[in-house]
């Protein structure tokens, strides 16, 4: 039987979690887009033109893939991996970007900005403006713009414009905080396309929304593969799109356990850590009230992770409500950890996955020996890791000539 | 009435900002003082957060300089406001980020505001919708929560302006605070739309630096703010700034009393 789910009481909040804590500047913007949204979510037209996007452009359905190397090598649970770094762009981040674009256009709006850490998001929306004829402009920390070339050429490939953003510790909060300035400044013309499922109302329950097709085909394709439900959900967490997504469909089934992994960096009792659900209070901060790494004074701390995708001193405000609730579990796991994992699944299974989803993988390692061979992991991986593949060869102590 | 509505009687208002320990702290103390010796009529103290996210590169500059040990205690703030309130009476308002009232603790916060003399609180990321969970305390304690209203707030302006308490600080332009030299065209517009429902003053910033700007703002509404560039002043002047803040506040407060102002 299924319970229901009760954290959904209030427009925008979870539990005493969400809302909407941003300048005024803002309200009127945020307001039309949660209107023009639950307006978009009920007419065919737009599920139509989602879909269509989703399986002609994104590559969807991803594949639900059972990995029998792993299972075997590890001897517990059969683990099934759910292959989000397959779609366009090789991560789920695109699902999101194509949802909130198309809301974009139906808003007669022309520019789309992003924030991004690694560039996966500012990669996905830059690439999605270009589909769309929209300008795009990205904002990216300085840190991370001279850490990820790469993407930022690959952005202006796509035709965006990369502000590297110089304020405050130069990283993705910082990035988050100029695209919220600057989307304050122009909201006339410009729309916010958020890449994770948190800041203020209606992003973090829109993010979910797009991003729950994960989730919706996982539950049809292990249904038909094996004519039951997953015994486990796993999803690493950063904001925590792809893991709500991941979560989304079987959080009416409690039967099914739902773990996010966090970003442990270098432990979670050091200062060098993201792992927010764990180490996190309850604070305000990017329009949300959820869950932050922060002192005493309420200052937002800087955080660390090899990971730059889950480097963020936050967590979305869906995950802080079912953690409360204790309708999910989240657990840390380290930088060694997941860069062991790394090397692991693309031994055993042949897949360089990202950074991100190998903290996810990793929780798997540790998990699967412990269960029964009749119980079954869903893992997401939520992206590929050819971005990552210098950084780990750097991280080994191998140098790298292009 | 409350203090700092009070505080609009019968002339132009003119609302000075410093950040709290930009330099340090004793420097603050002084900032505050020389400012309300210029002519400010209300003194706006700025918080300072780790993420100022409505502040532009003036005030953010200033919250990284004054967060250069970021555990720098809250409490070191209400001290400074105890030794400003031995030397002058002008109403204060703290500029805060709702993080740093909420890890205080709502209640703990607003009673030290009570006890150590401030007056208000303006909150750049608790709009409307949220203000809730704070006012029963702010009313508790007798503080006033001063809303912002901007040029795009529309009709979001009648019940915005109705729960106003001391002011409503009208901003001037779309974006975040910094030196500007135009601001939005239809500030009369909305200042109308404002005195339609409320008797609360009405005071214009965002931008305003220069005296001739500062005249036209306090022209436009009931007074007139000025932030960025009184921090600009203690960057340039570091310890030094006082003397110099003092200057430019009579320099203000001269051109914003160069308006006549209409008998009510
Ligand atoms: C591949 C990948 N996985 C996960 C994340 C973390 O984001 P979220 O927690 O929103 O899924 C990112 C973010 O950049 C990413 O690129």
Not at chain 1, 285 to 306: A, C, E, R, T, W
Not at chain 2, 167 to 190: D, K
Not at chain 2, 192 to 205: F, R, S
Request: some cysteine.
């Amino acid at each position: 039987m299924e319970t229901e789910y009760k954290t959904k009481k209030q427009a925008g909040r979870f539990l005493e979690y969400g809302g909407q804590y941003v300048p005024e500047t803002l309200m009127n913007e945020l307001n039309k887009m949660a209107d023009v949204y639950q307006e978009a979510k009920a007419d065919p037209d737009f599920q139509a033109e989602l879909a269509d996007l989703l399986a002609n452009y994104a590559n969807r359905p991803s594949l639900l893939y059972y990995a029998k190397n792993m299972t075997e090598d590890l001897g517990g649970a059969q683990i099934y991996f759910k292959r989000e770094d397959l779609n366009h762009t090789g991560a789920h981040k695109i699902n999101n970007v194509i949802g909130q674009a198309l809301l974009a256009k139906r808003m007669g709006k022309k520019r789309l900005i992003a924030e991004t850490g690694a560039g996966q998001h500012g990669v996905a929306t830059a690439t999605i403006a270009a589909l769309f004829g929209l300008e795009c402009e990205v904002f990216m920390g300085k840190e991370d713009t001279d850490r990820q070339r790469l993407n930022v050429y690959r952005m202006e490939l796509l035709g965006a414009k990369v502000h590297a953003v110089t304020s405050g510790s130069m990283v993705l909060k910082d990035a988050i905080n100029a695209a919220l300035q600057d989307f304050a400044a122009r909201p006339e013309d410009t729309f916010y396309v958020m890449g994770s499922a948190t800041g203020p109302h209606p992003y973090p329950e829109m993010v979910r929304d797009f991003q729950s097709v994960i989730s919706q085909e996982s539950k049809q394709q292990i249904q038909d593969q094996l004519g039951r439900l997953p015994d486990k959900v796993i999803a690493c967490v950063g904001g925590g799109s792809n893991a709500i997504g991941s979560f989304a469909h079987y959080i009416d089934h409690p039967e099914v356990d739902l773990i996010g992994v966090e970003a442990a960096g270098k432990g979670v009792d050091t200062d060098l850590t993201a792992a927010t659900i764990e180490k996190g209070r309850l604070g305000v901060f990017h329009g949300m009230k959820s869950l932050f790494l922060q002192n005493d004074s309420g200052q937002i701390n800087p955080v660390y992770s090899i990971s730059a995708g889950l480097d963020y001193p936050g967590v979305g405000p869906e995950h802080a409500a079912l953690a409360a609730e204790h309708r999910a579990q989240y657990v840390g796991i380290t930088d060694d950890e997941a860069v062991d994992a790394f090397e692991y699944i693309a031994k055993q299974e042949g897949i360089i996955a990202a950074i991100e989803s190998c903290h996810a993988v990793a929780y798997v390692q540790k998990l699967a020996p412990t269960l029964p061979k009749d119980q079954v992991i869903v893992c997401t991986l939520s992206g590929r890791g050819d971005k990552d593949v210098a950084a780990i060869a750097k991280y080994r102590g191998v140098e790298i000539h292009e | 009435m409350s203090k700092i509505s009070q505080s609009f009687k019968n002339h132009k208002n003119f609302i000075a900002f410093v950040t709290a320990n930009d330099p340090d702290m004793e420097t603050t103390v002084s900032n505050v003082v020389a400012l309300a010796e210029g002519g400010a009529d209300v003194v706006e103290i700025g918080i300072p957060f780790s993420d100022p996210v409505a502040d532009g590169p003036v005030i953010q500059a200033a919250d990284l300089r004054a967060l250069r040990d970021p555990d720098l205690p809250i409490e070191s703030i209400f001290a400074a406001v105890k030794e400003i309130r031995r030397q002058t009476a002008v109403p204060l308002v703290f500029l805060v980020y709702l993080n740093v009232v909420l890890q205080y603790g709502y209640e703990r916060f607003t009673a030290d505001c009570e006890k150590f003399g401030v007056d208000g609180l303006i909150i750049p990321d608790l709009p409307y919708e949220e203000r809730g969970e704070l006012a029963p305390f702010t009313d508790k304690h007798g503080l006033d929560l001063i809303p912002l209203i901007t040029v795009t707030s529309g009709e979001r302006i009648p019940m915005i302006a109705k729960k106003a308490t001391g002011f409503i600080y009208l901003v001037s332009s779309l974006g975040v605070t910094g030196t500007r030299e135009s601001f939005a065209s239809n500030l009369a517009e909305v200042v109308g739309q404002i005195k339609a429902v409320t008797d609360v003053p009405v005071a214009i910033g965002f931008g305003v630096h220069t005296a001739d700007q500062a005249q036209a703002m306090a022209d436009l509404a009931d007074g007139v703010i000025i932030g960025s560039a009184c921090v600009q002043i203690v960057a340039d002047n570091g310890q030094n700034a006082p003397a110099k803040l003092q200057e430019y506040a009579e320099e203000i407060r001269a051109a914003v009393d160069g308006v006549t102002v209409e008998e009510a």
